[in-house]
């Protein structure tokens, strides 16, 4: 097969309307969103007020000032970038910098050269500029490149971040993840083999896997290489398979502004690694994912229900609110879609929540469970829909008083309320965060009936609801909890600010929040600085907190287990809390599912109990199973304690654990070295388990085209380290087509073979293999200090796996930043001629180069300024005729 891979650049994309441009000149107002190039905007930071995440604003010649902290940071933002160097005369259309010069004033020294690389030419000015407490706070964010320490949050600073009630625990700047250019959203997970806790943390440049281990000490442990974008959203899937006797676990990976599809990534070998199952092409890109009908804490499926992956703004059906089954964990399968007739019924992100009280008999259509309501955030409204028999029914649409973007919420634990997040209500009107919650009694009219205002114009992001608190990312202001005991009166309980310098409305600092980790722990993804693990101190209430009594017990069938619930008081009053129990590998077969309330009035805070009936059976070889109680929706000013959630265990058989490969294919070729196969011990550690493994023939021929390989792996009791098998090719002199055979486990007395049990091997030719074919585009003109992205480049071969080199062959030194899919450089500040050379490697080292030349114009002298009075008509003359132009063009398009 030819495999062409284009080096083109997946620039980022604003939400559902692509890489738009924001206009600037020093003539403009200060007036709408800046999109009309005939009617420019006056000041930098106005037009990165009114942009989304990935547009730019491009500034036309002019003087332009940089006294305000404000102005400052909108010229040194990664997610809006800001460029100079053009003009209103051909409409903005080519960036020249040294003709179309655009100075800015008070420009701190270390950003002079950043700034002139952006197109400007910028000016060091003593007497105006950034206060010194402004500085120290970009210091800060600076040093946050490093990994920051553990700080215990007293007398309001963590080390040097600002906080409240919130302790810094752990930290992975983005040089330790990768070293992406940003970091976008967050998802946790628990591994319920091991209860080894993990962060998954979005990246420009893919997605991070992080263990917790050692929350003082985050290690990664893989990362997935992607397409380059600023979004990204992560969601995992953790289910019990009753065949292994293991648990199994997949996070979902959606990216948009690119073509990448869904990523499934397996979870299996934690905690050694991670790797990619496929990438499924639902879509090319998406914005958001979500999966309905699961537990956020331990991410499976909630008690009799069918977990869905729900995709939003998508590539596909106008972007609307669709989900796929997950029935297959690594091949979704299309479950419903919403009606899609216009771009309106695009949808930005979701959530979901299962109504099973009152409402279910009367205002939707409810199967044995309740009613699944999809919560729908597309951009002007929230819509309500009920997904039932693989058909969405809208409920209601809904707004509100200056909505700009509605963007995402989430929903209290008591299902009574939603709150509703606003991207963009603080940058274009000037308010202060902003977060609003409705009151949903009747499904079919969500009614406006509180909202909080923060301290700061920094934009409120995502959030989500545990216990009484509402954890927020804020943007400039990093992490906002909130106390929600009255939604319709929220106030704050604390906050953690990871963007030191500021908290104004620019996109920098907190993307992201995660709050459901079983140990406590909070992350939190900052664009700038990556991976925060925090500890939440906000829940030591002024009236009691609620704990169960153990975080795991151990019990037998047959017999009625007594959990112990016990709040901790400090002041007198009726407390109350929730509860309810979550199946796991133990099922309604193995105990009594059961939920209900309980209560504490005046000073009581004795314990009470819930009584968990364990179901006896006949079966005498059973594994230890599993379920779960947690405790939820705790009111009257009462919070959750430390342990909200207990793992009941059933006793049984230890488990054992099954033995699978590590990967489920490989390409060798016929003449490299030996390689190693991983073959890894899954779950449990119990008994001495053996395989045995051979190579089975298929079009390859197992001792002509690959040594033959046959004996036996084991593990003894509580050894679960990696075995390794060698596999070496045998090199010929035959040119043929790649060949295929299989090896294969083969388990050994009781020993249980989990998946993958087999392993494809594609051998490939090299005596038949050619060089890649390389195209680095087509020779170009440029203008002194404009960027350039090279962008037509491409490179084809018979094989996947190429390696792309690009290099400067000759002309004025210029400094390349490559991703291997983007290549881009600011061009000289002298005329000249740049000529550049890509080169694409295969996988045996063939290569082949393309080069392309870049000349470089400085601008022409102007002539001698005619005084007459007549510049102004030229000016609207040229206007004229560059407008008639554009509009030839277009017709002709």
């Not at 259309?93 to 400007?120: C, K, M, N, W």
């Not at 209290?412 to 009151?439: A, C, P, Q, W």
């Not at 499904?443 to 009484?468: C, E, K, M, Y």
Request: with cysteine; charged share 15%.
């Amino acid at each position: 097969m030819m495999l062409v891979s284009a080096l083109l650049s997946q620039g980022a994309l604003s939400h559902s309307e692509h890489d738009k441009a924001r206009f600037v000149a020093a003539d403009g107002q200060d007036l709408g969103v800046c999109d009309n190039r005939l009617r420019p905007c006056r000041t930098i930071a106005y037009a990165v007020s009114r942009a989304n995440k990935g547009d730019k604003v491009l500034v036309a010649t002019g003087h332009y000032s940089a006294a305000s902290e404000q102005e400052l940071l909108a010229l040194l933002g990664n997610l809006v970038p800001v460029l100079g160097g053009y003009s209103r005369i051909d409409l903005y259309q080519t960036q020249a910098p040294d003709s179309h010069t655009t100075f800015v004033s008070g420009i701190p020294p270390e950003y002079l050269q950043r700034l002139s690389q952006q197109g400007f030419m910028p000016i060091q000015d003593r007497h105006t500029g950034p206060s010194d407490e402004f500085k120290q706070g970009l210091h800060k964010v600076q040093a946050l490149n490093q990994q920051q320490s553990a700080q215990l949050c007293e007398d309001g600073l963590a080390g040097t971040f600002s906080c409240h009630n919130i302790d810094l625990v752990g930290h992975l700047p983005l040089s330790a993840l990768n070293n992406p250019s940003s970091a976008n959203d967050i998802w946790g997970h628990i591994d319920l083999n091991t209860g080894t806790e993990y962060a998954l943390i979005g990246l420009s440049n893919g997605v991070a896997v992080v263990s917790l281990a050692d929350p003082a000490n985050p290690a990664l442990v893989g990362h997935i290489a992607g397409q380059s974008t600023l979004w990204r959203d992560i969601k995992v899937y953790q289910y019990f398979d009753p065949q292994l006797g293991v648990w199994q676990a997949y996070a979902y990976a959606t990216a948009d502004a690119v073509s990448e599809g869904l990523s499934i990534i397996d979870l299996n070998q934690l905690p050694t690694q991670v790797s990619l199952v496929k990438r499924q092409t639902l879509h090319g890109g998406a914005h958001n994912l979500y999966i309905s009908n699961v537990d956020y804490s331990l991410n499976i499926p909630l008690s009799g229900h069918k977990p869905l992956v729900n995709i939003s703004g998508a590539d596909n059906r106008f972007g609307s609110l669709h989900g796929y089954s997950l029935a297959n964990p690594t091949n979704l399968s299309l479950h419903y879609a919403s009606p899609a007739a216009a771009r309106t019924d695009y949808s930005h992100d979701a959530a979901s929540l299962v109504i099973n009280d009152q409402r279910a008999a009367s205002q939707c259509q409810p199967d044995a469970l309740g009613c699944l309501i999809l919560l729908d955030f597309n951009e002007q409204e929230f819509r309500l829909w009920q997904q039932h028999n693989q058909q969405s029914e809208q409920l209601s649409t809904t707004t509100y008083a200056d909505a700009e973007y509605v963007h995402s919420g989430w929903w209290s634990e008591d299902k009574g309320y939603i709150m509703v997040h606003d991207e963009l209500d603080e940058s274009r009107l000037g308010l202060n965060t902003t977060l609003r919650i409705f009151e949903i009694s009747d499904l079919s009219a969500p009614q406006l009936v509180g909202t909080w205002t923060g301290p700061t114009q920094a934009i409120d992001h995502n959030g989500f609801v545990r216990g009484n608190r509402y954890y927020m990312s804020n943007y400039e202001r990093g992490l906002t909890v909130l106390d929600i005991s009255d939604p319709t009166q929220p106030t704050q309980a604390g906050f953690f600010d990871t963007y030191p310098a500021s908290d104004q409305t620019t996109f920098n600092g907190a993307w992201g929040v995660y709050p459901f980790l079983p140990s406590g722990l909070i992350l939190v993804s900052d664009i700038n600085s990556g991976l925060y693990i925090l500890r939440d101190n906000t829940r030591q209430s002024p009236l009691a907190s609620i704990s169960l009594s153990q975080a795991r017990i151990s019990t037998e069938e047959g017999k009625d287990l007594l959990l112990e619930v016990t709040p901790q008081r400090t002041a007198p009053g009726l407390i109350e809390v929730a509860y309810e129990t979550l199946a796991g590998s133990a099922t309604a077969a193995d105990f009594v599912e059961t939920s209900g309330r309980l209560s504490w009035s005046g000073e009581e805070q004795s314990a009470r109990t819930i009584t968990l009936q364990i179901l006896s059976d006949s079966l005498d070889n059973e594994p230890t199973e599993s379920f779960f109680v947690r405790l939820f929706d705790p009111r009257n000013g009462a919070t959750l304690g430390q342990t909200s959630l207990s793992r009941i265990d059933i006793a049984g058989k230890k488990p054992p654990g099954v033995i699978a490969f590590s990967q489920s294919a490989i390409s060798l070729r016929e003449n490299q070295p030996a390689y190693t196969v991983q073959v890894q011990r899954i779950g449990g550690q119990s008994g001495e388990l053996a395989v045995s493994y051979h190579l089975l023939s298929q079009t390859a021929t197992v001792g002509e085209d690959i040594q033959a390989v046959n004996t036996t792996l084991t593990w003894p009791d509580g050894d679960k380290r990696i075995r390794e098998i060698s596999l070496q090719p045998l090199d010929d002199s035959l040119h043929e087509a790649s060949e295929t055979l299989q090896l294969v486990l083969q388990a050994q007395g009781d020993t249980i073979l989990g998946q993958p049990a087999s392993l494809t091997i594609t051998l490939l030719d090299d005596d038949s293999n050619q060089a890649p074919v390389v195209n680095a585009g087509g020779d170009r003109q440029v203008n002194t200090r404009a960027q350039v992205n090279l962008r037509d480049a491409s490179a084809s071969d018979d094989q996947d796996g190429l390696s792309y080199t690009w290099q400067q062959v000759s002309g004025p030194n210029i400094a390349l930043s490559s991703n291997g899919v983007l290549t881009a450089f600011v061009a000289p500040a002298t005329a000249g001629q740049v000529i550049l050379q890509l080169t694409a490697t295969d996988i045996f080292g063939l290569s082949s180069s393309d080069q392309i030349t870049i000349q470089v114009v400085a601008p022409v002298a102007s002539p001698p300024a005619d005084n007459g009075g007549g510049g102004g008509a030229t000016y609207w003359l040229l206007l004229y005729l560059v407008i008639c132009l554009v509009l030839d063009k277009r017709r002709r398009i």
